[in-house]
């Protein structure tokens, strides 16, 4: 089922999520749903508080990077320990998460589903080390760069209340001040 995407201005994108403490059929129906819209939006991730639920609920799916300047090594990450390609555990459903961004800051181009038209440039280190808990009760803990690394830490500050928006340098903001306040009146 389709799920419809809170966009910029709804109070529910700028709370902090309470953790998911039981894993019911609710909560892998949402999950289901969650990776439902994702694709349908062509996202590459959704964090709970984008479908209207403030808990600590991420899904995920990095797509093969099929561009052959592609660097091959953004594609594996090691995972419990083992090189392996992210490919493999794609799409990645989580709650609860505990992330560390480390390594060089690096600036890339991000969107949000939640924040529409807008694009614009965000710093953050390049490298995350995190424990993904799973519905099933396993964990995955994941050390890698590249998307997936970028990502995470993008839906990761859905959970905290955070938009990419809020971390862009102050000439950025005062370039997107304009298209925001538009889009938080249109709700
Ligand atoms: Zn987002």
Known sequence: MLLSITQYGNPVLRAVSAP???????????????????????????????????????????PEDEDEEANPEEQMATINGELRNIREIMPL??????????????????????????????????????????????????????LLARCLQHECDHLEGFLFTDRTSSAVKLTLAKKLKRLAKEG
């Not at 062509?42 to 209207?52: D, E, T």
């Not at 614009?120 to 009760?137: F, H, M």
């Open 93 to 146: 459903v989580f709650i609860n998460p505990v992330i560390e961004p480390y390594g060089n800051q690096s600036l890339c181009t991000e969107g949000c589903l939640s924040v529409r038209n807008i694009r614009a440039n965000v710093a953050r280190p390049e490298r995350v080390k995190a424990t993904l808990p799973q519905l099933d009760g396993s964990v995955i803990e994941i050390d890698c760069g590249g």
């Open 20 to 62: 998911v403490e039981h894993v019911d059929e609710a909560i892998h129906a949402l999950a289901a749903n969650m990776i439902e819209t994702m694709y349908a939006a062509n996202g590459v991730g959704l964090a709970a508080p984008q479908v209207g639920e403030n808990i600590r609920l991420v899904v995920i799916d990095i």
